[in-house]
């Protein structure tokens, strides 16, 4: 699976699944931070994998809702 995901990369021999140009950001206040949890969230339900971030198995959508999901997270 990996393989056929990867896409060829002049800075890499083989092939690679991530992009490799990510624009990192600074995280400089707590409402941006809520912003980007909320962001992470909402993928599998923007994805159509679920209706609910709470849905999503891995998720710490549920533990910031107030439940207690699979893994232990720590708040930010």
Same mark, same amino acid.
């Not at 393989?3 to 990192?24: I, L």
């Given at each position: 699976?990996?393989?056929?995901? *990867? ?5 890499? +021999? @083989?092939? +690679?699944?991530? %992009? +490799?140009? @990510?624009? $990192? ?7 941006? !931070?809520? %912003?980007?949890?909320?962001? !992470?969230? %909402?993928? $599998?339900? /923007?994805? *159509?994998?679920?209706? /609910? $971030? /709470? ?6 959508? !549920?533990? &910031?809702? #107030? #439940?207690? *999901?699979?893994?232990?997270?720590? &708040?930010?």
């Amino acid at each position: 699976m990996m393989e056929r995901a *990867g896409m060829k990369n002049s800075n890499v +021999q @083989n092939r +690679q699944f991530w %992009q +490799q140009h @990510n624009k $990192p950001i600074e995280l400089w206040s707590s409402k941006v !931070i809520d %912003q980007k949890v909320d962001y !992470i969230h %909402q993928n $599998p339900v /923007e994805s *159509g994998f679920v209706l /609910e $971030p /709470e849905h999503w198995k891995y998720s710490s959508a !549920i533990d &910031y809702a #107030g #439940g207690k *999901g699979l893994l232990e997270i720590d &708040y930010i």
